[in-house]
Each structure stands twice: as structure tokens, then as C-alpha cells.
């Protein structure tokens, strides 16, 4: 997976619509300061959902990034990566400013998507909001100035390993709220289990006192009977 193109509309220094080719292999953008190059990247993270990252660098909000060289009140980036085996995936987002203020559509394969399934994707390939997928200036800085400890979860960050310790935390408290379930369920079942055994005794003990009352309807039903045997026929 590698960025193959970029398609860029109104975005900050770019006011009219620009097509960026990323050939294959080490790609490097150079130009003078304030030619746009760092507006690139922005773009880039723009259109993949990325700009509550850390990384872009706009502190008032998404207006900042429409060109203020026209009237139009919109700004559109597209990043179209390739796959592989001749197959293309393409990100994009539009931004239009309204009388409501700013709305956001992006597209996953020029298809309307939302937020969630853009992150959902490209989260498949470990690109996500707070990873390292991108390095902006200072931060190799930062990184050589910050604890041994925070240095670590930078790395996992790049890694990948971070995000296998995230989903076996989550799968640890999962299967930590099933054990609990299973728990209470055995607890339910013992006392089932005990009640069962109550219900068998009083059904044996139902059954011998049917069984006895039957003989002793069937004995007294023999005594009527052999008195009324005994007992002397009337004469007339």
C-alpha cells in the first residue's frame, strides 16, 4: 500500500485544483519556505480523517484550511493509494462552508461514506488517528527528548504493537465480564441444581402417600364389603 496520488482543491495555499503523482520508491518535495510543501501533508491528513491528530497544523479549525484566494467556500482532497496487483483504493473529503457553518462528506472509493467507516478501513492497514504514520517536524525531537517509558509507547505506536495491546486489553475485559456471567450462571444452576433435589423428595414422598391412601381407600372398600357379606338377609 503506497500513496499513488493526491488530488488537492482549495486547500490552503492551493486554490485551484492540483494533481501530486507519488511515483514508486523514496519521494521527496522540496521547494522554498511557504511554497506548500507542508500544506501537502495537511492535505493528506485532511482527506484521510486525520485532523484531530496531533499532526495538523490548523489551530482556529477546518475554515483555516479552505484557500482564501477565492470566493468558493470549499475545499476537496482526494488520496488515491495503491494495492497492488493493479488495484486502487482511493480516500477523499469535501468540505463546504454553509449559512450552518462547515459540513464534511467524505468518500471511500467516490462512494459517501461516514467518519467511522474511513477509520474502520484504514484502520486494517494500522493507519489511525494517534499512530506515528506520520512524522511532522519537531517530533524526532520530541521523541529523543521524552522518557525511556514514553519512547516505548512511541515505538509499539510505529510497531503496531500498541494497537494488539489495546485489542488484548479489550479482550481481556471481555472475557473478564463472560467469567463473571459464567459465574453467576453456575450460582443460578447450583441453586436450580438444590431445588431439583427438593422437588425429587417431595415427589417420592407424594407418590408413597398416594400409593398408601389408594390402599387404604382399596382396604376399606374390602371391609365394606365383607360386612355387608357377614350381615344376615332380612325375611318378609
Known amino acids: 500500500m503506497r500513496i499513488k496520488e493526491l488530488e488537492i482543491d ?17 519521494t521527496t518535495i522540496s521547494g522554498p519556505n511557504g511554497s506548500g510543501k507542508s500544506n501537502i501533508v495537511d492535505s493528506i491528513l ?16 477546518v475554515g483555516d484550511l479552505i484557500s482564501t484566494h477565492n470566493s468558493r467556500g470549499e475545499v ?14 482511493s480516500f477523499a473529503r469535501r468540505v463546504r462552508k454553509s449559512s450552518q457553518g462547515f459540513q464534511s462528506t467524505y468518500y ?18 494500522n493507519i489511525t488517528p494517534n499512530s506515528y504514520n506520520v512524522i511532522m517536524q519537531g517530533d524526532v525531537t520530541s521523541i529523543t527528548n521524552c522518557s525511556p517509558s514514553e519512547r516505548r509507547k512511541i515505538i509499539d505506536e510505529i510497531a503496531g504493537v500498541a494497537d ?18 459464567v459465574g453467576r ?3 443460578v444452576l447450583t441453586e436450580i441444581d438444590s431445588r431439583l433435589e427438593q422437588l425429587k423428595g417431595e415427589r417420592e414422598t407424594a407418590l408413597k402417600y398416594k400409593a398408601i ?3 387404604k381407600t382399596a382396604l376399606e372398600g374390602l371391609m365394606y364389603f365383607a360386612d355387608s357379606v357377614k350381615k344376615p338377609s332380612t325375611s318378609l
Open 10 to 26: 482549495n486547500f490552503k495555499s492551493f486554490s485551484n485544483q492540483v494533481n501530486v503523482p507519488f511515483l514508486e520508491g523514496f
Open 76 to 89: 476537496y482532497v482526494k488520496v488515491v493509494f495503491d494495492m497492488g496487483n493493479s488495484v486502487d483504493m
Open 46 to 61: 485532511f482527506a484521510l480523517g486525520l485532523t484531530t491528530s496531533r499532526a495538523l497544523r490548523s489551530e482556529r479549525g
Open 185 to 187: 450462571s453456575n450460582i
Open 213 to 215: 391412601k389408594d390402599e
Open 164 to 181: 494488539f495491546d489495546r485489542k488484548i486489553e479489550l479482550a481481556s475485559r471481555e472475557l473478564e465480564t463472560v467469567q463473571e456471567r
Open 108 to 125: 471511500l472509493n467516490d462512494k459517501v461514506c461516514t467518519l467511522a467507516q474511513m477509520h474502520l478501513e484504514l484502520e486494517k492497514y
